[in-house]
C-alpha cells in the first residue's frame, strides 16, 4: 500500500485498496499528498528498503537508496521538514524517525507486520522487532531489523551503528570510547527511551561487550 502511494499508483484516500485495509471506516474523498525527503538521508534509506522489499514493482523500478528519483510528491528537507510539511498540507502523508512524529503530535498509521498484525508505531513494537531479530547470523552484529517475523513488530525499523576500531591507534582513546559505550549499555536505557529510541535487547549488550573483551 505504501509502495503504491509513493509510486503514483494510488492516487486518492478513498481508493478502493486503502478501503479495503480499513473495512467501516469512511474514507475522505481527497488527493494523496505523499511527502518525501528532499535531501539524501539515512531516513530515506531505511523507507526505501523497506518499500523494494514489500514491493517487487518498486525494487525493480526505483529501488533503495538515500536518494531516489521520486516518482512525485512534496519534497521537504530534514525529518523536520517533512514533518512540517505534511502538518501544513492537507491530505500529506510523510515517514520521519518516530521522535520527529511524536513530538509534532502527528497521526501515524498502522502497517501489517510478518505476523499478519495491523501494529502501531511505538517504542513496544520497535523493541519486539529488535528482539526477534536474528543478530545471531548477523556480521558485526550489523542486523537487519526491517520487517522481522515477530509477533507485536513495527515493520520499518534500524539500528543506529557505531563503528569501533579492533586495534586503534591511539589505544588510550579507543578504551576511553569503548569505556563510554558500556556505561551506555549498563545505564543508559532510560535516557534512550526520553529520546524516543529503544535499547538493545540485553541479551545483544551483553554479546557485543564479550566479543569487545576478546578482541582485546
Given amino acids: 500500500m505504501l509502495a503504491g502511494i509513493y509510486s503514483g499508483e494510488i492516487t486518492e484516500w478513498n481508493d478502493p485498496k486503502i478501503a479495503a485495509l480499513n473495512p467501516g471506516v469512511k474514507l475522505p474523498d481527497m488527493p494523496v499528498a505523499p511527502v518525501h525527503r528532499a535531501d ?7 523507507f526505501t528498503s523497506y518499500l523494494a522489499g514489500a ?4 525494487h525493480d523500478s526505483l529501488g533503495a537508496s538515500t536518494s ?10 530534514g525529518n523536520d521538514g517533512v514533518a512540517a510539511t505534511v502538518q501544513n498540507t492537507e491530505g500529506a502523508i510523510g515517514y520521519v524517525e518516530y521522535a520527529y512524529a511524536s513530538r509534532n503530535h502527528l497521526t501515524t498509521v498502522k502497517l501489517h507486520n510478518r505476523a499478519g498484525e495491523d501494529v502501531a508505531a511505538n517504542q513496544a513494537s520497535f523493541a519486539h522487532a529488535a528482539e526477534a531479530a536474528d543478530w545471531q547470523h548477523a556480521s558485526h552484529f550489523a542486523v537487519n531489523l526491517l520487517d522481522t517475523q515477530g509477533k507485536g513488530a513495527w515493520p520499518i525499523v534500524s539500528a543506529t551503528y557505531v563503528l569501533t576500531p579492533i586495534a586503534p591507534k591511539n589505544a588510550a582513546r579507543g578504551e576511553a570510547v ?13 535516557t534512550a527511551q526520553k ?5 538493545l535487547p540485553q541479551a545483544v549488550k551483553t554479546s557485543i561487550l564479550s566479543a569487545w573483551k576478546s578482541a582485546k
Fill in 40 to 46: 539524501g538521508s539515512g531516513t530515506t534509506f531505511v
Fill in 68 to 77: 531516489i528519483s521520486w516518482p512525485g510528491g512534496l519534497g521537504a528537507r
Fill in 195 to 199: 529520546l524516543d529510541y529503544v535499547a
Fill in 178 to 190: 569503548r569505556t563510554f559505550f558500556t556505561w551506555a549499555f549498563e545505564k543508559g536505557d532510560a
Fill in 55 to 58: 514491493s517487487a514493482s518498486w
